[in-house]
């Protein structure tokens, strides 16, 4: 485990301030780099997915949900990664996987809807902002690079904003029934070239379901889509990719297995399809909020506060758990019930992507995260 105080910058350089015009293009370079932001909707359990079983309450707290890393090979002294997460220990083992624990976004209430929109525009509160991080990230690259895709049915808001970005499933169609979209693929049956792309549309909106769905199968064609869309030399360098079932209030232990099984295909299957732009590649996975520590009355867990980001690739400086480690006992809980947060995770995603694209931190950061004034660099991410 590598304390958070040995990563973070210090100094002026690393204080932030809202002094810097965030519409700047700063970036010098055209880039070969690619990053993927893959979203947990639902508050994921970064106890159930990095387990602090070194920490002498953890066992006592989580109960039946402990069970799953009783023979769990552990990264360190203290932390296990879930047994269903096979590729990603791989890339562990490789230096290709890097993990921030108790990490949280500015927000402290526990509604799904205001949290994921602080996480995505990199605000400060709840609709704050009306642009996301993603698109201000754009932004900060040189113009022939600003190529952005979202695989999902609508443009998230992460990548909302000034700049284009495109998205791989049409984005007038999400809420719309299943009655209705199979009417509309009856109009478009005798149409040589609309019943295509309806086609392939309808096909990517099923993929980007349900990560539990037909045995992970599912997300490893997500995966491996998303590839295809970012390894053509004109393709994009962003893309998002968003994942939903994570809300486990109930029979959490078998439901979350299953997510992670499919979660760990996707980001196989996108390394893969990736091939040599795997080495210039950097995946972040983050969720809006954690989930409170102790196990509810139907064997899940609740809405809590800090939770665990991961940053994966070739790029990344990985072997390594960055944690600030709080503690589980009973004092120690925030709000006496959750994960208390000891990182910033606007500091995690904004130093990732900055390093990423050799953007100066100090000054990325302020453009990505208007909000936060106070937050500082991290250094060491990405492999030099």
Same mark, same amino acid.
């Given at each position: 485990m590598i304390n958070r105080r040995n990563l973070v910058l210090t100094g002026a350089a690393g204080a932030l301030s809202l002094g810097f015009a965030p519409r700047l293009a700063f970036a010098q370079a055209a880039s070969d780099r690619r990053f993927v932001f893959i979203i947990q909707r639902g508050a994921a359990d970064g106890l159930g997915t990095l387990a602090p079983v070194g920490d002498p309450a953890f066992a006592t707290q989580r109960g039946a949900l402990a069970q799953d890393f009783a023979d769990a090979a552990k990264l360190d002294a203290m932390f296990a990664l879930h047994p269903n997460l096979k590729n990603v220990a791989e890339m562990y083992a490789a230096k290709e996987a890097l993990f921030v624990h108790a990490v949280a976004s500015p927000y402290r209430d526990r509604s799904h809807f205001d949290a994921q929109n602080v996480l995505e525009t990199g605000g400060a509160a709840a609709y704050q902002l009306k642009d996301g991080w993603m698109n201000r990230l754009l932004g900060v690259l040189p113009a022939d690079e600003?190529?952005?895709i979202a695989i999902a049915a609508t443009i998230p808001v992460a990548l909302r904003g000034r700049v284009e970005v495109a998205s791989y499933a049409p984005s007038v169609l999400p809420d719309a029934s299943d009655d /209705? $979209?199979?009417?509309?693929?009856m109009l478009y049956a005798e149409d040589p070239q609309l019943h295509a792309i309806w086609k392939q549309a309808t096909a990517t909106r099923a993929l980007t379901g349900d990560l539990a769905a037909n045995n992970g199968r599912n997300a490893a064609a997500t995966g491996a889509l998303a590839a295809r869309l970012l390894a053509a030399d004109n393709g994009a360098r962003i893309a998002m990719i968003e994942t939903g079932g994570w809300d486990t209030h109930a029979q959490q232990r078998g439901r979350l297995g299953v997510q992670l099984n499919g979660l760990d295909q996707m980001i196989a299957a996108l390394k893969t399809g990736l091939g040599p732009h795997w080495a210039k590649t950097m995946v972040l996975v983050a969720t809006e909020f954690g989930r409170t520590v102790k196990v509810n009355g139907t064997q899940g867990t609740d809405h809590g506060t800090?939770?665990?980001?991961? !940053? /994966?690739?070739?790029?990344?400086?990985?072997?390594?758990?960055?944690?600030?480690?709080?503690? $589980?006992? #009973?004092?120690? $809980?925030?709000?006496?019930?959750? !994960?208390?947060?000891?990182?910033? !995770? #606007?500091?995690?995603?904004?130093?990732?992507?900055a390093s990423h694209f050799g953007v100066d931190p100090a000054r990325a950061m302020p453009a990505l995260f208007p909000g936060q004034k106070s937050a500082r660099a991290m250094d060491g991410l990405v492999r030099v």
């Open positions: 600003r190529k952005g /209705l $979209l199979n009417r509309v693929a800090a939770s665990v980001a991961w !940053l /994966l690739g070739g790029a990344v400086q990985g072997g390594r758990v960055v944690a600030d480690w709080p503690g $589980l006992g #009973d004092s120690a $809980l925030y709000e006496g019930r959750d !994960l208390r947060p000891t990182m910033g !995770l #606007d500091a995690v995603i904004g130093s990732a992507a």
